[in-house]
C-alpha cells in the first residue's frame, strides 16, 4: 500500500483537524525519545582516561569506570584483566569525562548514612574552599507535561545531589532549597543572591551551583 492510499483511508476531517497532527507530532516525538534514551551513553557507563590513588599510596594510570551508586572504581591498564576497588581502599581518582570534555575529580570521604554508620562513599569536587561543594549522580525516572496533547511522558534522566562541607569537615547533604544555601553565607549571603540574579544561575545546574559557591569563596580571598 502506497503513503497516499494509507492517507485515503484516514477521514478527511482527521487529516486536516488539529487533534490529528498533534497527535501524530507527539507520536513523533516519543519515537525520538525512546531512541535518545536508548542510544545515550551515561558518564558512569563509559570507560574514561584517568588515574586513581590509592589509600595505601599507589598511584594507578589507565582506563577508569566509576560505579557511585556501589561506590566502586574499575580500572583496566593496557587492556589487562580489569581490577576493581572500593571507596575503602581508594583516597582519590581522577578523569577526562568526554561527555563534557572536562576532567573530574572524586575522592573517598567519610559519610554518616542513614543507618548511623560513618562510611566512605565517592563524592565528586566541585569548588574547595571555604565551602566546599561536592556532589553524587544517579539516575531517575522523572514524568514530564506534554505541550501537544493531554497526558505525560517519563523519561530517565542522570540527577545529582549537592553536598556542602565546612571547614570542619563535616558533610551535610543540600536541601536544594536556595534559601537554606544562603542562611549557611550569612552576612555574605545578600552579595551571592545578587550575583545569582546578575548571572541567571540555577540552583538545579551542576556547574552553577559550582559558580555560586566559588563566589563566595571569592569573598573571603579562598
Known sequence: ????????????????????????????????????????KWPFELWHEGKIVLLQGDTLKGLVKYDMQQDLLQYNWNDQKVEAYSARKVLFFE???????????????????????????????????????LS???????????????????????????????????????TGNKNDLLDLMGKRAEEVEKYIKANHLRFDEKYDMAKIVAYYNSLFGT
Do not use: W
Open 136 to 174: 553524587r549522580e544517579a539516575l531517575e525516572n522523572r514524568t514530564y507535561s506534554s505541550p501537544y496533547y493531554v497526558g505525560s511522558y517519563t523519561r530517565i534522566v542522570l540527577v545529582y545531589k549537592y553536598y556542602l562541607m565546612g571547614e570542619d569537615g563535616k558533610i551535610t547533604e543540600f
Open 1 to 40: 500500500m502506497t503513503a497516499t492510499q494509507e492517507t485515503d483511508n484516514i477521514p478527511h476531517h482527521l487529516i486536516y483537524s488539529g487533534s490529528f497532527q498533534r497527535r501524530c507530532l507527539m507520536i513523533g516525538i516519543c519515537i525520538l525519545l525512546s531512541f535518545s534514551v536508548h542510544a545515550q
Open 95 to 133: 578523569i577526562f569525562d568526554v561527555t563534557v570534555h572536562r576532567y573530574r575529580q572524586f575522592f573517598a570521604l567519610p559519610y554518616t548514612t542513614a543507618s548511623e554508620y560513618q562510611v566512605p562513599i565517592f563524592f565528586e569536587l566541585l569548588e574547595e574552599g571555604k565551602m566546599t561543594l
